[in-house]
């Protein structure tokens, strides 16, 4: 057998790619799938982000960039920060990389060592726990529920922090929930880090836009914690540029500068064209632009609550953000079909898949079996039809 090292072997696929690359398969073999595996906008890029890519190529900007990204990007970037946030930063706090993805592993590879703790709320982003590992890092679950809105309390953390404990991870809107968190909750968790010297928080907020409750609030707002916060943000989520691959970092300057040297020896910059086209998409009008999705995002979460309660058993949040819905499905446990019986939410969404058509990723994905995801950023259409083809497959289970 070829050899791989260890540390592969150790990280497990991503279930959301891992679905979706099942349903192509099955697509591919003319099988009707609905996927709603993948958080990703079915809305195109706005064309003047577009038009400016294509300047970009026609202007030969085809060189590279400095490894955090071009300055003057970087300059739009903290001008997004003050004018969205109410947080100043400065150009070289700021790291541009190649999708919010690569900006959270700069962060935590620059952060951790081996043997250090880290608090991850659960149910948390797949992969979080799989970066967490390449660090070598020991990740601390905090549980949370239906009824805590899948919010994690200063309580909690301050329970779980030790003298081993370097760094919190958490999203806000929330991936796979749609819990958003309030300024009073994230001043609460603010409170607590400030009083343990070395320990960290990066805040996952490539949701931002996508916020049903009226404005986000970033963890970096508050003053005596901004220098122990790493805010990661990108382009893919709120511009529907997800093929574009551009993440944000912003962190104190020390932090930024570690992850530009460890970027520097895995990618360097991120795709120029990419740049420029993050570079007209800090500065576009909220309303003009985005507002139009996040209110269609809205409409369709409204519609697949209300399908959903043709369904029995299916428990879950009222979600503020984001474009997942995070039901509880136990009711179905222990319920059988043609001699399979339904043991978790990992059976369940491949009874769902089977006998529905329709993909969807197990709660196991992102830290909890009785629970499963599915992304509602697809036509009205498809969630109708992929609620009814759920309600009727489900009801087979007996």
């Known amino acids: ?29 003319g099988v009707d799938i609905i996927s709603l595996s993948l958080g990703e906008p079915d809305f195109a890029t706005p064309q003047i982000i577009k038009d400016a890519a294509k300047k970009a190529i ?11 990204g071009y300055v003057e990007l970087r300059q739009a970037i ?23 993805k690569q900006s959270i592993a700069n962060a935590v590879l620059c952060l951790v ?16 726990l799989e970066i967490l590992k390449l660090a070598g890092a020991k990740p601390v679950i905090i549980n949370t ?22 760094l919190i991870i958490f999203s806000t809107p929330c991936n796979p929930t749609g819990s958003v968190y309030s300024k009073d909750e994230l001043k609460g968790i603010a409170d607590v880090v400030v009083k343990h010297e070395d320990l960290y928080v990066i805040s996952d907020e490539i949701y931002e836009h996508i916020n049903f409750v009226g404005g986000h609030e970033c963890l970096a707002q508050f003053a005596h914690v901004k220098d122990r916060v790493v805010v990661i943000n990108g382009v893919s989520k709120g511009f529907a540029m997800t093929g574009w691959r551009g993440g944000i970092m912003a962190a104190p300057k020390w932090l930024a500068q570690a992850c530009d ?23 576009l009008d909220f309303d003009t632009y985005i507002k139009p999705m996040r209110d269609a995002f809205q409409k369709r979460r409204d519609l697949v609550l209300q399908l959903m309660k043709e369904i029995p058993g299916l428990k879950t949040n009222l979600p503020q953000g984001a474009f997942y ?6 009711y179905y446990f222990g319920k ?63």
């Open 1 to 29: 057998m070829p050899y791989l090292s260890q540390r592969v072997k150790d990280i497990a696929e991503s279930q959301t790619i891992a679905m979706a690359r099942k349903s192509r398969e099955l697509k591919a073999q």
């Open 58 to 68: 026609d202007d030969n900007f085809s060189y590279y960039t400095h490894v955090s």
């Open 78 to 100: 903290c001008e997004k920060f003050k004018r969205d946030n109410k947080v100043e930063y400065t150009p070289d706090e700021i790291v541009v990389s190649t999708g919010a």
């Open 113 to 128: 060592n081996e043997g250090d703790e880290v608090i991850v709320p659960s149910p948390f982003w797949v992969s979080y």
């Open 145 to 166: 529920t239906i009824e805590s809105d899948f919010k994690v309390t200063p309580a909690q953390l301050e329970k779980h922090i030790t003298p081993k404990t370097r």
């Open 261 to 283: 040297k460890m970027q520097g020896q895995f990618t360097s910059a991120t795709c120029s064209i990419t740049q420029k086209a993050m570079h007209k998409a800090m500065e």
């Open 325 to 330: 819905v995070f039901p509880e499905v136990s």
């Open 336 to 398: 059988s079909y043609n001699g399979k019986t339904i043991q978790n939410a990992t059976d369940l969404s491949m009874f769902l898949l089977e006998e529905a058509f329709v993909a969807l990723v197990p709660g196991a994905a992102f830290g909890d079996d009785n629970y499963i995801r599915f992304s509602y950023a697809t036509s009205e259409e498809n969630l109708r039809k992929a609620l009814t083809r759920m309600k009727e497959a489900l009801a087979k289970l007996k």
